[in-house]
């Protein structure tokens, strides 16, 4: 999955509002896991993936990645 807010939308809850969202809509369509790779220093989607109830854990070939899964 991917989810991008513009630098002036940011820190204002769209982002979690969008989240919730697609989440929803992934169980409504069967989605079983949501997986999102992102930058190990990305703090705004740390804090967001934690938030929602994200797993967090290292890319196993790349250790500036992080692999966030929710299984819904």
């Given at each position: 999955?991917?989810l991008?807010?513009?630098?002036?939308?940011?820190?204002?809850?769209l982002?979690?509002?969008?989240?919730?969202?697609?989440?929803?809509?992934?169980?409504?369509y069967?989605v079983?896991?949501?997986?999102s790779?992102e930058l190990?220093d990305?703090a705004?989607?740390?804090?967001?993936?934690n938030e929602?109830g994200?797993?967090?854990?290292?890319?196993?070939?790349?250790a500036?990645?992080?692999?966030?899964?929710?299984?819904?």
């Open positions: 999955m991917a991008t807010i513009a630098d002036e939308w940011q820190r204002k809850g982002g979690k509002l969008l989240m919730q969202h697609l989440i929803t809509s992934a169980k409504q069967g079983r896991v949501l997986y790779s190990a990305n705004m989607m740390r804090d967001l993936a929602v994200m797993s967090a854990s290292r890319d196993p070939q790349d500036h990645q992080i692999v966030y899964s929710l299984t819904l």
